[in-house]
């Protein structure tokens, strides 16, 4: 374990020593400002709007994507095919950023095919005002199209992990729960839920760090300064971070850490009480 754990330390743990370290100066002189930056960051509106931001986007795309995900693998259990379904579900992970944001575009742009579509349905069908098109990235959709563009892009993944954990669950206690009269959901409930608590621990923990990684196809689809809806934090450290102000950078990237440890431990938590 030394090699490994030596990585992690000169590679992660001190770096962010180093970040916590500049959290408390700063930018510039290097002077010592305590939890100012803190204060700072607090106090931001764009931080605020942020927050707000990726903690419904989190609060959506978790539930759902580990939700439809786990019905498709139940669904993919005892298909004898499942082999070719999970193929075909895990090519999204091979695509390019730059050509799904060029398919997003595609789509949904003003003159895209979506506007397209529905403009000559409307124009065909006289009793329909005239469709003009809409501006999905810069109206209340963003957020759907952001949303339908993660769940897309992970959901085969998240197949193959549930579908690891169902296959390690020993089929003999379902076979036996069934010679004595149990239904299916008496044996999704007391047999396959329990089993898969460690399994939901990895799934729930990867959608969360999946939910941070996926700013780089909003970035590329949005740009810098988004609607308001698909404003992230990952969006406030770029612009940051093009300002210089890597004092606030810091104290955010901390926070950051911090959240992302106590979810990590109310999963473990919740892990060891299914566990019980």
């Not at 398919?103 to 979506?114: E, F, P, Y």
């Not at 339908?148 to 379902?174: D, H, Q, R």
């Not at 971070?241 to 950051?256: C, H």
Request: proline residues 3%; charged residues 15%.
């Amino acid at each position: 374990m030394l090699p490994g754990f030596a990585g992690v330390l000169v590679f992660y743990l001190l770096p962010f020593l180093e970040v916590v370290r500049r959290s408390f100066l700063k930018s510039g002189n290097n002077a010592f400002v305590g939890v100012s930056n803190y204060q700072t960051v607090f106090t931001n509106n764009a931080f605020l709007l942020a927050v707000r931001n990726t903690a419904f986007y989190m609060a959506l795309g978790v539930p759902i994507l580990m939700g439809i995900s786990l019905i498709l693998a139940l669904l993919l259990r005892n298909l004898v095919l499942r082999r070719k379904f999970v193929s075909v579900m895990l090519l999204p992970m091979a695509v390019p950023a730059a050509v799904m944001v060029l398919v997003l575009r595609i789509l949904i742009d003003r003159q895209g095919l979506i506007n397209g579509i529905v403009t000559g349905v409307s124009e065909k069908i006289a009793v329909l005002p005239i469709f003009e098109g809409i501006d999905y990235l810069n109206s209340g959709w963003a957020l759907v199209i952001v949303l339908c563009s993660f769940l897309w892009k992970n959901t085969g993944y998240m197949v193959i992990l549930w579908l690891a954990g169902l296959s390690a669950l020993p089929k003999e206690v379902e076979e036996a729960a069934k010679v004595d009269g149990a239904n299916r959901w008496q044996n999704w409930h007391y047999i396959i839920r329990p089993g898969l608590s460690g399994t939901t621990f990895t799934i729930g923990m990867l959608s969360v760090l999946q939910i941070f990684k996926s700013y780089r196809e909003v970035w590329m689809v949005a740009g810098s300064y988004p609607q308001e809806n698909i404003y992230f934090l990952q969006h406030l450290l770029q612009n940051w971070y093009l300002k210089l102000e890597f004092d606030r950078m810091a104290a955010l990237t901390v926070l950051l850490s911090l959240v992302l440890l106590v979810v990590c431990l109310c999963l473990q938590k919740r892990l060891e009480q299914n566990i019980r």
